[in-house]
């Protein structure tokens, strides 16, 4: 099945710690983004991808890292300078149809907490 | 104030009601509509997506577009307890990022 894969499911963060979290797609779409939930606020874009190689921050990446190597896989660094890194962290991909992302389909979802 | 606002609720109904989910927003740039559904514990899965004003129906859910008062709706018929989740309202402009709402959280009561 086509779909996206996020790992693991739950995971946690001693202090000082980098911990780093898995996101998979085999739907051949271009373009990844992760995204941090909080109770009441939405989701709120951390990084995004549109190509290989390249990656753009969003609106709270202070504190956290990327990267693209393969255009299946876009993992997230939480790093011990995200002082309040507990959230549950969604990874989602989109195609393009000529100069227009279709909507974002996500995963499931990786639920981070501090020890 | 927020780019997109949206009713946290909770919201409760009984079983075969019709429930009314609502957005308001701020940008008259946004040209791509989408509702999401998110179950405890899981990623928002795309319900409906709309690029126009209007109404969109799939089976019990309709969407509505009404960009001249810069709101959208989601309406869903005859309301299941399969239904019970948070709904997101997202949205955005031509090659701008996604705007999502904080997310409605709907129970429906058999």
């Known amino acids: 099945d086509g779909g996206i894969t996020q790992s693991p499911k739950y995971l946690f963060r001693k202090e000082g710690q980098n911990v780093t979290l898995s996101c998979e797609q085999n739907l051949n779409h271009d373009a990844m983004y992760w995204y941090r939930q909080d109770p009441g606020q939405g989701l709120r874009l951390i990084y995004y991808?549109?190509?290989?190689?390249?990656?753009q921050k969003g609106d709270i990446a202070e504190g956290y890292s990327v990267s693209r190597e393969k255009k299946e896989s876009f993992p997230l660094t939480v790093t011990s300078a995200q002082k309040n890194p507990t959230a549950f962290y969604l990874c989602?991909?989109?195609?393009?149809?000529?100069?227009?992302?279709?909507?974002?389909?996500f995963g499931d979802g990786t639920r981070l907490s501090i020890l | 104030q927020k780019e997109v606002e949206q009713d946290p609720g909770p919201l409760s109904v009984p079983e075969g009601a019709i429930v009314s989910l609502n957005c308001t927003y701020s940008n008259s740039a946004f040209q791509y509509f989408m509702w999401y559904r998110q179950y405890s514990r899981k990623g928002p899965e795309l319900l409906m997506y709309t690029y126009s004003s209007g109404n969109k129906e799939d089976g019990r859910f309709t969407a509505q577009v009404d960009k001249s008062s810069k709101y959208i709706s989601l309406f869903i018929r005859d309301s299941q307890p399969s239904d019970s989740a948070t709904y997101l309202c997202?949205?955005?402009?031509?090659?701008?990022?996604?705007?999502f709402g904080q997310g409605t959280e709907l129970s429906v009561k058999p």
């Open positions: 991808s549109q190509i290989v190689n390249d990656f």
């Open positions: 989602a991909s989109s195609t393009r149809t000529g100069d227009r992302n279709q909507p974002q389909h």
């Open positions: 997202a949205m955005k402009n031509q090659g701008g990022k996604l705007i």
